[in-house]
């Protein structure tokens, strides 16, 4: 069965800093993998999403992760954070074929706080 | 685009008494939509996937009479919360996909249920 690994409860960096959040998965196929953003109270946001393709995928809001598959893991990156990155962010991964219909299984998701 | 919304945003009700909760798709058609339950600085676990025009799949553990799901059209799904304790108190979140294209789940804003 699929499953996601966010190893980090809570991270907290200064603004301004560089940020990584880690992601593992467990799949048997290529997976379909996300990262979502999710501000208190309120619903989830996608942040961007890998298929296939380029192994470095970019995102919103300065956002990227790259997929490696010898690793199972996508992590989530930005080079320099903002008061406003304060968030919950989760990892998820696609199940299934490729059809509407598949479901989504999240990680725990990782809280980051922001340093001023 | 892809903008899904939840009404109501939140709702208080007494112990006994049945709660509904919709899910639109604003502008786009979802044949597929998807109901979440987050508990706290918990992860989304999903409840069930809905189909529009057929009943909806339950994930295990989940009473399908104790929480209602319709989806009477391509734009609408709805969740209703039956006989309603405080143990059913938490933040329900739908999604939905974009039918024909990727299956990447747009999520709503979610509504916080307090059972009293």
């Given at each position: 069965a699929q499953s996601v690994t966010q190893p980090d409860i809570h991270i907290t960096v200064s603004e301004g800093a560089s940020l990584e959040l880690r992601c593992n998965y467990s799949y048997g196929a290529t997976p379909y993998l996300f990262w979502y953003v999710q501000s208190p109270g309120q619903g989830l946001q996608l942040l961007l999403k890998y298929f296939s393709g380029d192994t470095l995928v970019q995102g919103i809001k300065g956002f990227e992760a790259e997929f490696k598959r010898s690793q199972s893991s996508f992590n989530l990156r930005k080079p320099s954070v903002h008061w406003s990155d304060a968030a919950e962010y989760f990892c998820a991964v696609g199940e299934g074929p490729y059809s509407s219909a598949s479901k989504i299984i999240f990680g725990s998701g990782t809280r980051l706080s922001i340093r001023p | 685009g892809a903008v899904v919304s939840q009404h109501p945003s939140w709702v208080i009700c007494k112990s006994g008494t049945s709660v509904k909760i919709e899910c639109r798709s604003l502008d786009f058609q979802a044949t597929t939509m998807f109901w979440y339950r987050q508990f706290p600085k918990q992860s989304l676990m999903l409840m069930a996937t809905s189909n529009e025009g057929s009943k909806a799949t339950y994930e295990q553990g989940v009473e399908k009479d104790k929480f209602l799901i319709n989806?009477?059209?391509?734009?609408l799904s709805t969740l209703t919360v039956t006989s309603a304790h405080p143990e059913d108190s938490s933040f329900y979140i739908c999604s939905a996909n974009i039918a024909g294209l990727e299956e990447t789940q747009y999520f709503g804003p979610g509504t916080r249920l307090l059972v009293l």
């Open positions: - | 989806h009477a059209s391509l734009t």
